[in-house]
């Protein structure tokens, strides 16, 4: 998949139970880019990714990747078709490997033939998980479980991956380095949207940005007008 | 040393059941009946069409894997999460229906898979081996290995095992989840064919004896612990060991008193099992 496609999030509603979580929402990704998503806790952030992945159906609307609907697709089929998912709390394979876990990323037949270039990829990213292959994903401290979870993602060979607050629970210096990572992955032609609680962050490592609040979108725009906008300020103080 | 041959048969029995709990967290209280089916379907190879018990299995284990996929996938993959209860009673169920077929089949009269070769001994040192047993440990051995290996170096082997870590996170790795637990199931099965024949080659079987087996599987899982097949291994081997002994000092009737005090006492002390993880 070496041409032109996006990602088309056309007024969806999503309901946990009789929870009203996103209410018509519409966000759109564009090959290449790096997107975020903004917003307090419970905004639905979250919710979001994991409607495009999937592990929850939209009850009105339509996702399409590609020209192709995926909003009613189960989440195995989703990943075949080139999207990954960094979720929340890493959710390693505790009794699995590093190396186990890596190779399990590319369980899928897309990504079978390129296993071994992606391993070699995931090591020159995250040279710390090659030394610790043969522990077991457990064992590993937050911020490995969290390069492990990011390296388990690509070997899938994705086109876009979906981060899920990969800075929950670990040091700042550690964050700089995953995000100067996302940046490497991106300009190796991997497309990035992500959800990121630290706002500032967010705005400056994305080139455009949602601003999500109560499951709604209130703001869309380029990173660089977003940071001027009301909106974001208050999100700044968390308001 | 016959409770060492008898316990890598136990070992079997045990795995099957192991394996399905420890990948869906489900207790498979029709294990040992379906396992019975093997001894019959053997049993029906044998007598009508002479065909070795071993050699049958060609044919019984694709179709006990067959049961197994079928059993997962139409009926447990609709339940298995909603808690333990559900799958106990359709396993419950299932239990009950093939001990009233094979009583209504086969009577309740004991049958035996009485080949040549099921009555040989052979003599080392001072005891008498009978070949059965040597049969039974090799076969064992065999099926552990190849369990082993599968789980450890196969895609769908390491795919069973995430998906018993983590569901949600092995969907993220592309794995159709709900395939994946029919497939344990159906591997679960064939280990449960293997364990049938070799029964039925070593002690007569009725049609209820699905219901020893599970209790000796339940035996053996107890006191191996879970999630580890070198500890489903041990276990059998306590446990046939135990036998042996407790037959040998308390005379025939209490041969299985010794295996029960063991398993109440790992229950006790060591919950997990020797070997056991979570």
Request: net charge neutral; hydrophobic share 50%.
């Amino acid at each position: 998949m070496s041409e032109e496609w996006t990602l088309n999030v056309d007024h969806i509603d999503v309901y946990y139970g009789a929870f009203h979580a996103l209410w018509d929402l519409s966000l759109e990704v564009r090959k290449g880019e790096i997107v975020s998503l903004i917003g307090a806790n419970g905004s639905g952030k979250t919710t979001a990714l994991n409607t495009i992945m999937g592990l929850v159906h939209p009850t009105k609307g339509s996702i399409e990747f590609s020209g192709k609907r995926i909003d009613g697709l189960a989440t195995y089929d989703i990943v075949t078709l080139g999207i990954s998912q960094v979720p929340e709390g890493r959710r390693i394979f505790p009794d699995l490997t590093v190396l186990e876990n890596l190779i399990i990323g590319s369980y899928t037949g897309r990504a079978r033939v390129s296993k071994d270039q992606m391993l070699k990829r995931v090591y020159s990213l995250f040279p710390v998980l090659e030394e610790r292959e043969n522990q077991l994903g457990g064992t590993l401290s937050g911020g490995e479980q969290q390069m492990l979870a990011i390296g388990r993602a690509l070997m899938s060979n994705p086109e876009l991956i979906l981060f899920d607050e990969i800075s929950l629970g670990l040091a700042p210096i550690i964050v700089d380095r995953l995000y100067r990572t996302v940046e490497q992955i991106n300009s190796e032609g991997v497309t990035v949207l992500f959800v990121e609680q630290n706002v500032r962050r967010s705005l400056k490592q994305a080139k455009r940005a949602y601003i999500l609040k109560a499951g709604r979108v209130v703001l869309g725009g380029n990173a660089e007008d977003l940071r001027e906008e009301e909106e974001v300020k208050k999100a700044y103080f968390g308001v | 040393m016959m409770g060492l041959l008898l316990g890598g048969l136990y070992a079997v029995i045990g795995l099957g059941l192991s394996l399905v709990f420890g990948v869906m967290k489900l207790v498979n209280l029709a294990h040992g009946d379906l396992a019975v089916f093997s001894s019959y379907f053997a049993y029906v190879a044998m007598s009508s069409l002479g065909i070795d018990p071993v050699a049958s299995l060609v044919l019984g284990i694709p179709i006990l894997f067959a049961i197994g996929f079928a059993i997962q996938g139409l009926l447990m993959n609709r339940v298995f999460r909603l808690g333990m209860e559900p799958p106990l009673l359709i396993a419950f169920g299932i239990s009950i229906i093939l001990q009233n077929i094979y009583l209504a089949l086969w009577t309740p009269l004991s049958r035996g898979l009485t080949t040549g070769y099921a009555l040989e001994s052979y003599r080392i040192g001072e005891f008498y081996i009978p070949l059965v047993y040597l049969l039974d440990f090799v076969a064992a051995l065999l099926v552990m290995l190849f369990l082993r290996e599968f789980l450890r170096k196969t895609y769908l082997g390491r795919a069973i095992r995430a998906a018993s870590q983590d569901w949600r996170a092995a969907q993220l790795m592309g794995i159709n989840t709900n395939r994946i637990y029919a497939l344990t199931f159906g591997i679960s099965m064939m280990f449960a064919a293997i364990a049938g024949v070799f029964v039925g080659l070593t002690f007569p079987f009725t049609p209820s004896s699905g219901s020893a087996y599970l209790i000796i599987a339940f035996g053996v899982v107890i006191i191996g612990g879970l999630g580890s097949i070198l500890g489903t291994f041990i276990g059998g081997v306590v446990l046939g060991v135990a036998q042996i002994l407790s037959g040998a000092y308390f005379g025939a009737g209490w041969q299985l008193f010794l295996g029960y005090v063991i398993i109440l006492a790992i229950l006790t002390a060591r919950p997990q099992g020797i070997f056991g993880r979570r």
